[in-house]
C-alpha cells in the first residue's frame, strides 16, 4: 500500500513535467517520498490498536492481575489508616502527624492533576489522529479544566449552604432544648452582656464553655479568634477591653459542613479519573507500558486514599458511610482495570471516540482535583491559625508538600 502511495504520488511528475521541472526530479522524489511515508504511518497508526513494539497478551494478562492487587491493597490501606487511626492519638486528624502525611498527599493529588491528566487529557486531544476541526483550533484542554474547576466550586458552595441549613434543622430538635438554648434561624452575633452576675458570658455561650450558633455546638478548642495573637489560638477570644466578641459562624462553625461536602466532591474527582487510569491499563497489551504504570498507580492511590480518608474521618461519617465510601474508592481503579481487559481484544485507543472520551475525562479530572488540592487539602490546612502559630509545623508540611508534589511528578517519566 505504501509503494502505491508512492507511485501515485510520482505518477505526474514523470507524465506531465516539463524541461523546467526535470532539473528538480531528484528533489522532488525525496520530497514525496518522506511525506508519503508519514501520512501512511499515520494512517496505519490511526487504524491500529497499538503497536506490535513490546506487545505480549499472555504476559500483559498476567501483570493485570499483579496491578488488580497492588493497586488494591494499596488503595484499601491509604483509605484505611486515618478512618482505623481516628481512635489513636498520634493518627487522629488534629495531630501534628496527620497534618504533615496530609500535606504530602495534597502533593500527590496536586501533581496528579496537573503533570499527569491534564498532561494526559492534552496529549489524547492534540493526537494526529483527531480532525483538525475543531481540536487543533482551540485549547479545550485547559478549558474542560477550568470549566471541571468551576463546576466544582459552584457545588462546593451550593453543597455547604445545603449541609449547614440542614445541621440548623436538626439543631432545633427536643434534645437541645434540655440545654436550655433557644434556637434561632439565623446567625447570632455573639455580644458581651451588660451588668448581672454574667459579665463574662457571650449571648450564646454554654454553661460548659461552647457557644451555639445555627444550631450548631462549637466548642473552644476548635474554633478560635486571638487578633494577631498565638497565644490564646485554643481558646475563643471573645469580650475583649474593647468591648466586642467574635463567631465565624460561615466560616469555622460550618467546619462539618465543610468536612462532609470536601469528602465527598474529594472522591468524586479521584473516582473520575481512578476508572480512566484503570481502563487505560486494562486495554493495553504491552508489558514494558504496564510494569511501571502498577508502581505508579500504587504510589499515587495509597496517598490519595491517606487524603481521603483523612477528609472522611474528619466528617465523622458514621462506620457504614464511611465503610461504603473507603471500599468505592479502593475498587474504583481495580474495576477499570478488569473492563479495559474484557474490551482489550477490541479496543482502538488511536479511535477518534476513543481520544475526545480519555481527553475530556482527563481533563476535567485535572479541574477537579486541581482545585480540591488547592482549596479544600492545601488552603484549609496552610491558612489556619493552627499552621500559623507553629513555625515548626510550618516547615515539615511545607517540605512534605513539595515532596509529594516532586516525587508524583517525577514518576511521570516512566508512567
Known amino acids: 500500500m505504501f509503494f502505491i502511495d508512492v507511485l501515485w504520488s510520482l505518477f505526474p511528475l514523470y507524465f506531465f513535467r516539463s524541461e523546467r521541472d526535470s532539473l528538480s526530479e531528484t528533489e522532488s522524489i525525496l520530497q514525496v517520498v518522506p511525506e508519503t511515508m508519514v501520512a501512511s504511518s499515520s494512517t496505519i497508526l490511526c487504524n491500529a490498536s497499538e503497536s506490535d513494539l513490546c506487545r505480549d497478551d499472555s504476559a500483559a494478562f498476567l501483570l493485570?492481575?499483579?496491578?488488580?492487587?497492588?493497586?488494591?491493597?494499596?488503595?484499601?490501606?491509604?483509605?484505611?489508616?486515618p478512618l482505623i487511626g481516628r481512635n489513636r492519638r498520634f493518627l487522629r486528624t488534629d495531630s501534628s502527624l496527620f497534618v504533615t502525611a496530609k500535606a504530602f498527599a495534597a502533593g500527590v493529588i496536586l501533581a496528579t492533576g496537573f503533570v499527569h491528566m491534564l498532561a494526559g487529557g492534552t496529549e489524547a486531544l492534540n493526537n494526529p489522529c483527531l480532525p483538525e476541526f475543531p481540536w487543533s483550533k482551540f485549547p479545550f484542554p485547559g478549558f474542560f479544566a477550568m470549566v471541571a474547576a468551576l463546576i466544582t466550586l459552584l457545588v462546593d458552595f451550593m453543597g455547604t449552604q445545603y449541609y449547614e441549613r440542614k445541621q440548623e434543622r436538626e439543631g432545633a430538635d427536643p434534645s437541645d432544648e434540655q440545654l436550655g438554648i433557644e434556637q434561632s434561624p439565623g446567625i447570632v452575633v455573639p455580644v458581651v452582656a451588660e451588668g448581672g452576675d454574667d459579665d463574662d458570658k457571650v449571648f450564646g455561650e454554654e454553661d460548659n464553655g461552647g457557644i451555639h450558633i445555627v444550631g450548631i455546638h462549637a466548642h473552644a478548642a476548635h474554633h478560635t479568634h486571638s487578633h494577631g495573637s498565638c497565644d490564646g489560638h485554643q481558646k475563643i477570644d471573645i469580650g475583649h477591653a474593647h468591648g466586642h466578641g467574635h463567631?465565624?459562624?460561615?466560616?469555622?462553625?460550618?467546619?462539618?459542613?465543610?468536612?462532609?461536602?470536601?469528602?465527598?466532591?474529594?472522591?468524586?474527582?479521584i473516582v473520575s479519573h481512578s476508572i480512566i487510569i484503570g481502563i487505560s491499563l486494562g486495554v493495553s497489551q504491552s508489558p514494558c507500558t504496564i510494569r511501571p504504570l502498577i508502581a505508579a498507580l500504587s504510589f499515587h492511590q495509597f496517598f490519595e486514599g491517606f487524603a481521603l480518608g483523612g477528609c472522611i474521618s474528619q466528617a465523622q461519617f458514621r462506620n457504614k458511610s464511611a465503610t461504603i465510601m473507603a471500599c468505592f474508592f479502593a475498587l474504583t481503579t481495580p474495576i477499570g482495570i478488569g473492563i479495559g481487559t474484557a474490551v482489550a481484544s477490541s479496543f482502538n485507543s488511536h479511535s477518534v471516540g476513543a481520544l475526545v472520551t480519555e481527553g475530556i475525562l482527563d481533563s476535567l479530572s485535572a479541574g477537579i482535583l486541581v482545585y480540591m488540592a488547592l482549596v479544600d487539602l492545601i488552603a484549609a490546612d496552610f491558612l489556619s491559625k493552627r499552621m500559623s502559630c507553629n513555625f515548626r509545623l510550618q516547615i515539615v508540611s511545607y517540605m512534605m508538600l513539595f515532596l509529594g508534589a516532586g516525587l508524583m511528578s517525577s514518576l511521570a517519566i516512566w508512567a
Open 64 to 81: 493485570k492481575l499483579v496491578a488488580i492487587a497492588s493497586i488494591l491493597l494499596a488503595g484499601a490501606a491509604g483509605v484505611a489508616i
Open 247 to 269: 463567631a465565624h459562624g460561615g466560616l469555622e462553625l460550618g467546619s462539618g459542613a465543610r468536612h462532609v461536602i470536601v469528602s465527598q466532591v474529594l472522591e468524586l474527582g
